[in-house]
């Protein structure tokens, strides 16, 4: 009898044990995949796009870096000094904690880029040096108190004078190369102001479409041949 009611209990005990441990173990299983942050090759992309991945960039227009933060954003995150002027370290961990607290809105050249937010985009769980290691974004920065000169632009050629070869891509919004490098500070023989990112956004276009225009070419606002060809021998845009 004693035998008996020892088997009893013990079953009734295994019966309210195992549903907890379930439950628990469901809990733990989902805790371990709640969270992620955006790969090192998205980073490497958006630095790309924002500033040619150089972080001690300092063009003059407020915005500093290889991600390309505003003094109050990156003050918002705890930097200190100018973003430009800290290592890549220091930038990389700083844009991850901005991408914990508002994820990619921060960045226009995210939505060009179409990056997706991750399980820990506006969290708001701030990041150790360690959790932002990964983004590897490269050597210390230089800390530099004056901007680096732009790459000079090549001198503007005569009318019918040598061209670079035509790279054999047509290229749109969106596009980085370096043939699209060598077109923008070609354009700036004719007046426009290009930094030669080699990345291929608004300002590319609408050279593009003015010299397309100067030049009766049909306006798609594609780098192809043609448009190629009179960017060093055709009509120079009003």
């Known amino acids: 009898m004693i035998k008996d009611r020892l088997r009893t209990a013990y079953r009734a005990v295994v019966r309210i044990a195992l549903p907890t441990v379930a439950v628990l173990g469901l809990q733990i299983s989902v805790a371990t995949t709640a969270s992620a942050d955006p790969a090192a090759a998205a980073w490497a992309k958006l630095r790309m796009c924002e500033s040619s991945g150089r972080y001690a960039v300092n063009t003059g ?3 500093f870096g290889a991600y390309q933060f505003d ?10 000094g100018r973003p430009d002027q800290a290592s890549s370290r220091e930038q990389d961990y700083r844009a991850l904690y901005l991408y914990r607290m508002r994820g990619w ?18 969290s708001k ?8 290691a990964y983004i590897g974004g490269g050597a210390p920065a230089p800390v530099k108190s004056t901007p680096p ?3 000079p632009a090549p001198p503007a050629p005569p009318n019918g004078g040598p061209k670079p070869a035509w790279p054999g891509l047509v290229y749109a ?19 426009y102001k290009f930094q030669g990112t080699g990345c291929y956004y608004d300002k590319t276009k ?6 397309q225009r100067a030049n009766g070419i049909k306006d798609s606002g594609r ?16």
């Open 223 to 238: 780098l192809g041949p043609k448009t190629w060809k009179a960017a060093w021998e055709g009509k120079a845009p009003r």
């Open 105 to 122: 809105q921060p960045w226009e050249c995210a939505g060009k880029l179409g990056l997706r937010e991750d399980g820990d985009a506006r």
């Open 125 to 132: 769980r701030v990041p150790t040096y360690e959790e932002s």
């Open 61 to 63: 227009n407020g915005y």
């Open 173 to 191: 919004y969106g596009d980085c190369a370096p043939a699209l490098r060598t077109f923008q500070l070609r354009m700036n023989a004719h007046g």
């Open 71 to 80: 003094l109050p954003t990156w003050r918002s995150v705890g930097g200190q």
């Open 206 to 211: 609408q050279a593009v479409l003015d010299l």
């Open 149 to 151: 000169a732009p790459a």
